[in-house]
């Protein structure tokens, strides 16, 4: 399981949301072996007023929070890492200073959907790559 939350100014964020979505999930499918009909993104836009960006970041910053049952290899998640810069910088013209992520890890027991923990159900893919 994976869901991606997307933060960014919202003048900025917007008109980039769907390609910045096929992309983040081109690179999941990849690096994760995530079917292609598996994605969960939420976008956050926020005011320029309530994001305040680091100094070596434009107005275009955008930051992607992925939470993950804990199974994949330090390599998967650089993999997964590496694959959003490399995809996201260059198909969308952004920054690498304009694009900070995040991995979020929790135990599959804490993880409830379609009426199960993560733990009991048989998922499609396997979490442990």
Same mark, same amino acid.
């Given at each position: 399981?994976?869901?991606?939350?997307?933060?960014?100014?919202?003048?900025?964020?917007? @008109?980039?949301?769907?390609?910045?979505?096929?992309?983040?999930?081109?690179?999941?499918?990849?690096?994760?072996?995530? @079917?292609?009909?598996?994605?969960?993104?939420?976008?956050?836009?926020?005011?320029?007023?309530?994001?305040?960006?680091?100094?070596?970041?434009?107005?275009?910053?955008?930051?992607?929070?992925?939470?993950?049952?804990?199974?994949?290899?330090?390599?998967?998640?650089?993999?997964?890492?590496?694959?959003?810069?490399?995809?996201?910088?260059?198909?969308?013209?952004?920054?690498? $200073?304009?694009?900070?992520?995040?991995?979020?890890?929790?135990?599959?027991?804490?993880?409830?959907?379609?009426?199960? $923990?993560?733990?009991?159900?048989?998922?499609?893919?396997?979490?442990?790559?």
């Amino acid at each position: 399981m994976s869901q991606v939350k997307i933060y960014g100014v919202r003048e900025h964020l917007l @008109p980039i949301r769907d390609q910045l979505s096929e992309v983040i999930h081109s690179c999941v499918v990849d690096a994760l072996q995530f @079917p292609a009909d598996k994605r969960a993104h939420r976008f956050f836009y926020l005011e320029k007023a309530d994001f305040f960006v680091p100094a070596t970041a434009s107005e275009r910053y955008v930051i992607l929070e992925f939470m993950m049952m804990e199974g994949r290899t330090v390599e998967t998640k650089k993999r997964l890492i590496h694959l959003l810069y490399e995809r996201i910088c260059t198909q969308l013209s952004l920054a690498n $200073t304009d694009l900070e992520i995040c991995i979020l890890e929790s135990p599959a027991q804490n993880w409830g959907f379609r009426g199960m $923990t993560g733990d009991e159900i048989k998922l499609s893919y396997k979490v442990n790559v």
